[in-house]
């Protein structure tokens, strides 16, 4: 019972460079999400799916892209390194309307641009 | 305006002590879900617990209940007999009725400290 999984747990960046997050869940769930959390701030929407091939904007879209090919697989795009973008990313998922079960959270991603 | 406000940044209790942590929404949808999370310190999130705005009892988990005044849009979270291991951020988030995306927005959370 994996749930959702994210790679890498960690990673540092230079300005400039690029990098992909990866994230899968295994519970066949429609929705999924990308949140960045920065201290003292929440946890803000980057982007959102409501299904393979259906991507959409979130609270703090930019210098990010999404791509959901399949149900399992919502990558998170970082093109072009900022500071700005130092934060610790969480891919969540959702079946939807059994909210009893809550969102599904993974161990989020502690990312560091120099 | 923010959907979701949680004022406390902080909060203390005595181990075994009970602790109410306040959290307040604002939506004009009747469809709405509400839930708290707890994030330790080593950085996941935690569901504890869900209350649907067309519940009529107040949502219960094990030492987690939900205390739900839909006219106030106030949904705090009471945690009964405190243990060290409850110390950590506690948030509070709502999913309005509206799209079918199920997108929860989060407050900015609430530090909780155990004393022994």
């Known amino acids: 019972n994996a749930g959702v999984t994210q790679t890498p747990k960690f990673r540092i960046l230079k300005i400039g460079q690029s990098m992909t997050l990866q994230c899968t869940q295994d519970?066949?769930?429609?929705?999924m999400y990308w949140y960045r959390q920065d201290p003292g701030m929440g946890l803000k929407l980057i982007y959102y799916?409501?299904?393979?091939?259906?991507?959409d904007k979130g609270e703090v879209p930019n210098g990010y892209n999404v791509s959901r090919s399949t149900t399992e697989d919502f990558p998170l795009r970082l093109e072009l390194a900022a500071p700005s973008q130092t934060s610790v990313y969480f891919c969540?998922?959702?079946?939807?309307?059994?909210?009893?079960?809550?969102?599904?959270f993974g161990s989020g991603t502690r990312l560091t641009v120099v | 305006a923010q959907k979701i406000t949680q004022t406390q940044p902080g909060m203390f209790v005595q181990e075994k002590e009970a602790v109410t942590l306040d959290c307040t929404y604002d939506?004009?949808?009747?469809?709405?879900?509400l839930f708290w999370y707890k994030q330790p310190s080593s950085g996941e999130m935690i569901f504890l617990i869900y209350?649907?705005?067309?519940?009529?009892q107040n949502a219960t988990e094990g030492r987690y209940s939900l205390n739900f005044q839909k006219a106030r849009k106030s949904a705090n979270l009471v945690i009964s007999a405190s243990q060290l291991g409850d110390s950590a951020m506690y948030f509070c988030?709502?999913?309005?009725?509206?799209?079918?995306?199920?997108?929860?927005?989060f407050g900015r959370g609430t530090s909780l400290i155990v004393h022994p």
């Open positions: 969540a998922s959702s079946g939807g309307d059994r909210e009893g079960n809550g969102y599904t």
């Open positions: 519970m066949n769930h429609n929705y």
């Open positions: 799916s409501v299904g393979a091939g259906i991507t």
């Open positions: 939506t004009s949808d009747q469809s709405y879900g």
């Open positions: 209350q649907g705005s067309y519940d009529e």
């Open positions: 988030a709502m999913r309005e009725g509206g799209g079918g995306s199920y997108i929860p927005t």
